[in-house]
Protein backbone atom coordinates (compact mmCIF):
# COMPACT_ATOMS: atom_id res chain seq x y z
CA UNK A 1 0.00 0.00 0.00
CA UNK A 2 1.34 3.33 -0.73
CA UNK A 3 -0.57 5.47 1.61
CA UNK A 4 -2.11 4.46 4.97
CA UNK A 5 -4.55 6.04 7.60
CA UNK A 6 -2.10 5.92 10.74
CA UNK A 7 -2.92 7.27 14.31
CA UNK A 8 0.64 7.08 15.65
CA UNK A 9 2.08 8.69 12.84
CA UNK A 10 5.73 8.77 14.52
CA UNK A 11 6.02 4.84 14.15
CA UNK A 12 6.12 5.14 10.21
CA UNK A 13 8.59 6.15 7.85
CA UNK A 14 6.05 8.78 5.78
CA UNK A 15 6.97 10.65 3.27
CA UNK A 16 3.99 13.07 3.91
CA UNK A 17 1.54 12.90 6.39
CA UNK A 18 -1.96 15.11 6.33
CA UNK A 19 -3.90 15.71 9.45
CA UNK A 20 -7.40 14.28 8.65
CA UNK A 21 -9.30 14.99 12.07
CA UNK A 22 -8.87 15.07 16.13
CA UNK A 23 -10.72 12.85 18.46
CA UNK A 24 -11.11 14.40 22.06
CA UNK A 25 -11.16 11.73 25.05
CA UNK A 26 -13.05 11.94 28.48
CA UNK A 27 -12.39 9.86 30.58
CA UNK A 28 -16.12 7.62 31.66
CA UNK A 29 -16.90 5.91 34.60
CA UNK A 30 -20.24 4.19 36.49
CA UNK A 31 -22.85 7.19 37.18
CA UNK A 32 -22.29 6.13 41.30
CA UNK A 33 -18.89 6.41 40.96
CA UNK A 34 -17.91 9.32 43.63
CA UNK A 35 -15.89 11.20 40.80
CA UNK A 36 -19.07 11.36 38.91
CA UNK A 37 -20.65 14.30 40.87
CA UNK A 38 -17.97 16.43 39.05
CA UNK A 39 -17.42 17.57 35.49
CA UNK A 40 -13.76 17.21 35.61
CA UNK A 41 -10.65 15.42 36.73
CA UNK A 42 -7.37 15.16 36.60
CA UNK A 43 -4.92 11.91 35.90
CA UNK A 44 -3.47 12.06 39.35
CA UNK A 45 -6.79 11.48 40.87
CA UNK A 46 -7.62 8.22 38.82
CA UNK A 47 -4.83 6.11 40.68
CA UNK A 48 -6.44 2.68 42.05
CA UNK A 49 -8.72 3.04 39.30
CA UNK A 50 -9.62 -0.38 37.43
CA UNK A 51 -9.41 0.86 33.89
CA UNK A 52 -10.75 -0.94 30.93
CA UNK A 53 -8.31 0.10 27.59
CA UNK A 54 -8.00 -0.85 24.30
CA UNK A 55 -4.62 -3.44 22.94
CA UNK A 56 -1.69 -2.34 22.45
CA UNK A 57 -0.98 -0.65 19.18
CA UNK A 58 -4.66 1.10 19.18
CA UNK A 59 -3.85 4.36 17.99
CA UNK A 60 -6.48 5.45 21.32
CA UNK A 61 -4.36 3.09 23.64
CA UNK A 62 -0.68 4.64 22.83
CA UNK A 63 -2.73 8.58 22.99
CA UNK A 64 -3.80 7.28 26.29
CA UNK A 65 -0.02 5.65 27.33
CA UNK A 66 1.61 8.67 26.41
CA UNK A 67 -1.03 11.20 28.42
CA UNK A 68 -0.31 8.84 31.69
CA UNK A 69 3.09 9.00 31.40
CA UNK A 70 3.32 12.94 30.75
CA UNK A 71 1.18 13.31 33.56
CA UNK A 72 3.60 10.65 36.29
CA UNK A 73 0.19 8.71 36.75
CA UNK A 74 0.46 4.88 36.67
CA UNK A 75 -2.81 3.27 35.74
CA UNK A 76 -4.14 -0.66 36.25
CA UNK A 77 -5.57 -1.76 33.56
CA UNK A 78 -7.64 -4.50 34.17
CA UNK A 79 -9.27 -5.17 31.19
CA UNK A 80 -8.88 -4.49 27.38
CA UNK A 81 -11.52 -3.99 24.80
CA UNK A 82 -11.41 -3.72 20.96
CA UNK A 83 -14.63 -2.21 20.74
CA UNK A 84 -15.76 1.27 22.31
CA UNK A 85 -19.50 0.17 22.89
CA UNK A 86 -18.08 -2.30 25.03
CA UNK A 87 -16.08 -0.09 27.12
CA UNK A 88 -18.76 1.71 27.34
CA UNK A 89 -21.19 -1.58 28.77
CA UNK A 90 -18.53 -2.55 31.03
CA UNK A 91 -17.84 0.55 32.57
CA UNK A 92 -21.98 0.89 33.08
CA UNK A 93 -22.00 -2.58 34.49
CA UNK A 94 -19.26 -1.40 37.14
CA UNK A 95 -16.44 -3.00 35.79
CA UNK A 96 -14.20 -0.02 35.91
CA UNK A 97 -13.16 2.99 34.06
CA UNK A 98 -12.20 3.95 30.57
CA UNK A 99 -11.15 6.84 28.43
CA UNK A 100 -13.51 7.21 24.96
CA UNK A 101 -13.79 9.39 22.24
CA UNK A 102 -16.15 12.11 23.19
CA UNK A 103 -18.51 10.98 19.85
CA UNK A 104 -19.13 7.80 21.63
CA UNK A 105 -19.63 8.46 25.27
CA UNK A 106 -23.10 6.48 26.05
CA UNK A 107 -26.22 8.74 26.82
CA UNK A 108 -27.53 6.22 29.38
CA UNK A 109 -27.62 6.68 32.95
CA UNK A 110 -25.07 4.18 33.74
CA UNK A 111 -22.31 6.59 32.45
CA UNK A 112 -21.05 9.69 33.06
CA UNK A 113 -18.13 11.27 31.25
CA UNK A 114 -15.44 13.77 32.96
CA UNK A 115 -13.40 16.12 30.81
CA UNK A 116 -9.67 15.70 32.00
CA UNK A 117 -7.89 19.06 32.74
CA UNK A 118 -4.48 17.79 33.12
CA UNK A 119 -3.78 16.39 30.05
CA UNK A 120 -4.72 15.89 26.38
CA UNK A 121 -6.48 12.43 25.66
CA UNK A 122 -6.73 13.22 21.98
CA UNK A 123 -6.20 11.13 19.25
CA UNK A 124 -5.80 11.72 15.44
CA UNK A 125 -6.13 10.32 12.36
CA UNK A 126 -3.79 10.89 9.80
CA UNK A 127 -2.92 10.34 6.03
CA UNK A 128 0.60 8.59 5.30
CA UNK A 129 1.76 8.31 2.41
CA UNK A 130 5.29 5.76 2.40
CA UNK A 131 8.89 7.29 1.53
CA UNK A 132 10.09 6.09 -2.26
CA UNK A 133 6.71 5.49 -3.55
CA UNK A 134 4.40 7.01 -6.29
CA UNK A 135 0.41 7.68 -5.16
CA UNK A 136 -1.73 6.11 -7.29
CA UNK A 137 -4.36 7.92 -9.22
CA UNK A 138 -7.02 6.19 -6.87
CA UNK A 139 -5.04 6.53 -3.94
CA UNK A 140 -4.52 10.21 -4.32
CA UNK A 141 -9.10 10.19 -5.28
CA UNK A 142 -9.29 8.38 -2.60
CA UNK A 143 -7.18 11.12 -0.06
CA UNK A 144 -8.81 13.49 -2.03
CA UNK A 145 -12.07 12.32 -1.08
CA UNK A 146 -11.51 11.68 2.76
CA UNK A 147 -10.30 16.00 2.52
CA UNK A 148 -14.07 16.71 1.46
CA UNK A 149 -15.55 14.68 4.58
CA UNK A 150 -13.23 16.13 7.54
CA UNK A 151 -15.17 18.30 9.29
CA UNK A 152 -12.57 18.46 12.40
CA UNK A 153 -10.20 19.84 11.02
CA UNK A 154 -7.42 22.01 13.63
Given at each position: ??????SDKG???????GLLLRV???????????????????????????????????????????????????????????????????????????????????????????????????????????????????????????????????
Amino acid sequence: MRASWVSDKGRVSVAESGLLLRVPQVLVVPADHPPAVRDTVTLAETVGESFIDYPLGYGNRTANDRAFDAAGVERVITMEATDVSAAAEFVAHGLGVTILPTRTVPKAAGCKALTVTDQSLEWALHVATAEHRRISAATSALIGMADDFVDDRS
